[in-house]
Nanobody
Framework: QVQLVESGGGLVQPGGSLRLSCAASGRYFSINEMGWYRQAPGKERELVAIITSGGASNYADSVKGRFTISRDNAENTAYLQMNSLEPEDTAVYYC???????????????WGQGTQVTVSS
């Protein structure tokens, strides 16, 4: 089993910045992709950004040029640096990790508990 701990959400004014962290822990597992999704009230959960173990990343069009995803493989931690935040970025942000137990052929999705990001003046 993989546990995810998210941190870094909060209230910020438009144009401000926040940095989210997602730390994965557990025994005898390996991680492939790590990423962030978000869900605003009344909307479906959507991909924000995702990064592979090799460092390749992909972003939603709405955050390109403003958000940057990175990861520390040694610490099994992913980061989402969010700059130039807009009210439309307000949502609960969820960390996703794709991992498998050592010796298993099955890759599974693990979700964090979510962290609230509110952009408002």
């Amino acid at each position: 089993q993989v546990q995810l701990v998210e941190s870094g959400g909060g209230l910020v004014q438009p144009g401000g910045s926040l940095r989210l962290s997602c730390a994965a822990s557990g025994r005898y597992f390996s991680i492939n992709e790590m990423g962030w999704y978000r869900q605003a009230p009344g909307k479906e959960r959507e991909l924000v950004a995702i990064i592979t173990s090799g460092g390749a990343s992909n972003y939603a069009d709405s955050v390109k040029g403003r958000f940057t995803i990175s990861r520390d493989n040694a610490e099994n931690t992913a980061y989402l640096q969010m700059n130039s935040l807009e009210p439309e970025d307000t949502a609960v942000y969820y960390c996703l990790t794709v991992a498998r137990q050592i010796g298993s052929s099955s890759w599974d999705n693990y979700w964090g508990q979510g962290t609230q990001v509110t952009v408002s003046s």
